[in-house]
């Protein structure tokens, strides 16, 4: 602050504040971002991010995901949240006398299992007596601990992996896992199991060792 002193009719003395200095961005004191809401963030929510900086002029602000510009203002919202916001956030404070960065902050999106899909092993041909495993994978957030197993839609285990050892005639047909964590479900595509039958396996090496 800058301060005059100015001498009236009666010589009284009276102190005059100006507060019309500017001063420029404090190299010591960063930004700050708030994230609203503060609790859990589930995909599909609504969320702001409010950068709060002082400094004269008013700073102009900018946001960066991930080294990456995404937007500026003071107030970055994002509507209908989803997994592909996660990540780290800063905002920068500028303006002619300086900038600044914030500290980072992370949205974490919690969302339901997606991209569910069953692997077979082994993945080539498959003949009666083999051992087959059924392998579920599925993105999520938390990951996913549960999954069940159906066949033709009749449930036939639980777990990440479902092992057949001596697999027969009897497991032939289509199976689909489902993925759940706490906030959500999704089933798999069906895959098909389709095997030979012991005899043809025999008779095809009897063949090749004809000839």
Known sequence: FLYFMAFNDELEIKNNISNTCMYPVDPSVKPVIFISPSGVIVEGDSVTLSCSSDSNPPAEIGWFKGGMFVGSGRIYSISKI????????????????????????????????????????????????????????????????????????????????????????DHRGEYKCKSINEHGEKYSMPKCIELLPCDWMISNLCYQAIE
């Open 82 to 169: 989803s997994s592909d916001h996660s990540g780290v956030y800063k905002c920068k404070s500028r303006n002619e006398h300086g900038e600044k960065y914030s500290d980072a902050v992370t949205l974490n999106i919690m969302y339901p299992p997606k991209s569910v899909s069953v692997s077979i092993s082994p993945s080539g041909v498959i003949v009666e007596g083999d051992s087959v495993t059924l392998s579920c994978s599925s993105d999520s957030n938390p990951p996913a601990l549960n999954f069940s197993w159906f066949k033709g839609g009749t449930f036939v285990g639980s777990g990440r992996i479902y092992s057949i050892s001596k697999i027969s005639s």
